[in-house]
C-alpha cells in the first residue's frame, strides 16, 4: 500500500534554529515528490519538486534533498513567517498526488 | 490572476440536504482535482479530472459526484450529506502530465449536523 509518513508532527524551534522535517515513502512508481506550505485557514502552496534520488532544491532558508526512500525539508536559520505547515507528497499514476499528514513548524521570536 | 477560486468558503449543512461546492481556474489548466482535508489525515483526492468533460474516481470516492463540463469549472456535489462528511475541501489545477504542481484554492469550510 503506498504510504506517506512526516514527522515529526510538530515541531517547535527559536528563531535561528535550524533543524529538518522527515518525509519517508513507500510508493511504487514513483513520478516526482513535492513539498507544500500551508499556511492556517488557507490552501497549500507550492515550494518544490524533487524527481531522482541525489537531487536537491533550495529556496531561501529552505533545502529539500531526495533519497530513495525519503525526503529531507531542512530549514536554516528560521524566521517566525517560516511558521506554518509543511506537507509532502508523492506523484503516482496519472497526475495522482499521495499526501502525508503534515508537520506543523512553529517558529518562536 | 486569481488563480483557482472555490465558492462558498464556508457552509453548514442538515443532514440529508444537498450542495455543489464551485471551483473555477483561470490558467487553463487541464487537470482538476477534489481534496478532502481532516484533522490527522491529509488531504486525501477525492475525484479528479484530466480534461473537460472527463471525470475519475480518487481515494475516498463514495457519497461525491463531480462534474466538469467546462474546462475551468469543476463543480463537486454531495447528494446526501452525511456528518462524516465534514471538512475541509480543496480544489486544485495543475497544467501538464509530468510535472503536477498543483495549484490550490483556498477552501471551503464544511459543516453537516
Known amino acids: 500500500e503506498d504510504q506517506v509518513t512526516q514527522s515529526p508532527e510538530a515541531l517547535r524551534l527559536q528563531e535561528g534554529e535550524s533543524s529538518s522535517l522527515n518525509c519517508s515513502y513507500t510508493?511504487?512508481?514513483?513520478?516526482?515528490l513535492f513539498w507544500y506550505r500551508q499556511d492556517p485557514g488557507k490552501g497549500p502552496e507550492f515550494l518544490f519538486t524533487l524527481y531522482s534520488a541525489g537531487e536537491e532544491k533550495e529556496k531561501e532558508r529552505l533545502k529539500a534533498t531526495l533519497t530513495k526512500k525519503e525526503s529531507f525539508l531542512h530549514i536554516t536559520a528560521p524566521k517566525p513567517e517560516d511558521s506554518a505547515t509543511y506537507l509532502c507528497?508523492?506523484?503516482?499514476?496519472?497526475?495522482?498526488?499521495?499526501f502525508g499528514q503534515g508537520t506543523r513548524l512553529t517558529i518562536n521570536p | 490572476n486569481a488563480g483557482v477560486t472555490q465558492t462558498p468558503k464556508f457552509r453548514v449543512l442538515k443532514t440529508g440536504q444537498s450542495m455543489t461546492l464551485l471551483c473555477a481556474q483561470d490558467m487553463n489548466h487541464e487537470y482538476m482535482y477534489w481534496y478532502r482535508q481532516d484533522p490527522g489525515m491529509g488531504l486525501r483526492l477525492i475525484h479528479y479530472?484530466?480534461?473537460?468533460?472527463?471525470?475519475a474516481k480518487g481515494e475516498v470516492p463514495d457519497g461525491y459526484n463531480v462534474s466538469r463540463l467546462k474546462k475551468q469549472n469543476f463543480l463537486l456535489g454531495l447528494e446526501s450529506a452525511a456528518p462524516s462528511q465534514t471538512s475541509v475541501y480543496f480544489c486544485?489545477?495543475?497544467?501538464?502530465?509530468?510535472?503536477?504542481?498543483?495549484?490550490f484554492g483556498q477552501g471551503t469550510r464544511l459543516t453537516v449536523v
Open positions: 510508493v511504487s512508481g514513483l513520478r516526482g
Open positions: 486544485a489545477s495543475s497544467y501538464r502530465q509530468g510535472n503536477t504542481e498543483a495549484f
Open positions: 507528497a508523492v506523484q503516482k499514476g496519472a497526475q495522482k498526488l499521495v
Open positions: 479530472s484530466v480534461g473537460e468533460g472527463t471525470t
